[in-house]
């Protein structure tokens, strides 16, 4: 037993002194309750509103030396009473959310391969979807350079449903390959990025094998960022062809803009409008989808908090025309308050109607850190739905949408070696 004490107090010894090595151990728990009456879709009659607790629980730890950067990350995630207290065994909450390793070659050059979180520039097409308890991450390898200011990274991801000695058909709901390439350069005030994203998804022909096969598409686009003392701004720009998974051709864009403005320390106003193409009568025509598809962005943080459009929905329909107002408030350091306004119209013909208006969304939040590892945050959002929507959603019932939420979020660091810098 003391040989073992012993032998651990060498080893944190030997990472304390290491010049070029860092170990960082911390831990996440975040439980959010949610009251839904309307989210994501209309609420329909003759049935009770959701609520519900869930909760993410994480533990971290992070290894770096000149030569490695290492991650792994644990979670679990759990709906509150979705096992018994006599349980045997856990829904299947338990995972792997990211194991990587990243091998520095020089300064300028480095490689990361692993399971991972992507996410680039303002998550419109890459993103690790925070929001939700499980969040996004790929299985993926990437090559990254950068030298001053600018920073070039290529990507590559290749799914199987697991090890064969024959075939490779994937029937897991997730892409089957995935390259891309993006670029980013830093200037005084503006940043400006490029992607190009080619996204295989497998399509399977239960009758004819035959046509079994990956389909691809391509997104190519840029984000530009502006940011001056009090004024900021940033675009999106990005434009889909090649194929969608049944065939058709696709010819699909994103146009948005915003701009920030900062009053004063404590007030900051918003102002933007977002477009995405979509097929007349929510149906692509003459072989051609016009819809465009954000892919594996963080939707949650674009087009209201209701997650009424491209969270698992609205793919392939009638686009979206997104023009909203915001306004952040400061009340102290340590609190703050939110609210946007979104006004949302069908970007293609709606069947059944000649009013292109789907609704208006009020969004509401509020902000307290209690400590540097303890935050609490909470909202509420309400929905006004026009025709549009409730021809869209398949639903007259016209009854109120809400949804309203309070999460804590518990992230202590829990161990962290110290690491001299003085020497090279």
């Known amino acids: 037993m003391k040989k073992t004490a012993l032998s651990i107090q060498i080893l944190f010894l030997f990472i304390s002194i290491n010049t070029y090595a860092q170990l960082t151990v911390d831990a996440e728990l975040r439980p959010r309750f949610e009251y839904r009456h309307g989210y994501k879709t ?38 509150w009473g979705d096992v018994p207290q006599l349980n045997t065994a856990d829904e299947n909450g338990f995972s792997v959310h990211e ?30 979807v925070g929001w939700a308890q499980q969040a996004r991450s790929h299985d993926a390898a990437l090559i990254k350079f950068q030298k001053n200011k600018f920073e070039a990274h290529a990507g590559y991801a290749f799914n199987q449903n697991g090890e064969a000695l024959t075939g490779h058909v994937l029937n897991v ?68 062809f090649g194929k969608d998974v049944s065939n058709k051709d696709l010819s699909a864009y994103l146009l948005g803009i915003e701009a920030n403005y900062k009053i004063s320390q404590k007030v900051n106003l918003g102002l933007g409008g977002e477009l995405q193409s979509g097929n007349d009568n929510g149906v692509p025509a003459n072989g ?49 308050f939110d609210v946007a306004l979104h006004y949302f119209l069908g970007a293609a013909d709606i069947p059944g109607t000649d009013s292109k208006q789907l ?28 025709e549009g929507l409730e021809i869209i959603k398949n639903n007259f019932d016209n009854n109120t949408n809400n949804w309203g939420w309070i999460m804590i979020t518990i992230h202590p660091t829990l161990f962290k070696t110290e690491t001299n810098k003085t020497n090279p």
């Open 42 to 79: 209309l609420f329909p009659d003759d049935v009770d509103a959701a609520s519900f607790v869930s909760q993410r629980t994480r533990l971290n730890a992070g290894f770096t030396n000149e030569k490695l950067n290492f991650y792994l990350s644990l979670q679990d995630v759990r709906v």
């Open 99 to 128: 194991a990587w390793g990243e091998l520095l070659f020089s300064p300028q050059w480095r490689a990361k391969v692993g399971r991972q979180e992507i996410v680039y520039d303002d998550h419109r097409i890459l993103g690790n």
């Open 173 to 240: 709901n997730t892409y089957k390959s995935l390259f891309y390439t993006w670029l980013h350069h830093d200037w005084d005030a503006i940043g400006a990025s490029f992607l190009f994203l080619n996204n295989g998804l497998q399509f399977i022909d239960a009758e004819n094998e035959s046509n079994t096969e990956t389909r691809y598409s391509q997104t190519v686009g840029s984000h530009l960022t502006y940011k001056g003392e009090n004024l900021h701004l940033n675009s999106n720009l990005y434009y889909q």
């Open 288 to 336: 051609e989808n016009n819809a465009f598809t954000p892919l594996y962005g963080t939707n949650h943080k674009f087009n209201g908090f209701m997650d009424y459009f491209y969270v698992g929905n609205h793919m392939n329909n009638v686009g979206l025309v997104d023009l909203f107002a915001k306004a952040k408030l400061s009340a102290s350091e340590k609190s703050s």
């Open 359 to 386: 609704g208006t969304e009020l969004d509401f939040g509020y902000s307290y850190q209690f400590s540097k590892d303890i935050n609490l945050k909470a909202g509420y959002s309400h929905m006004f739905a026009s």
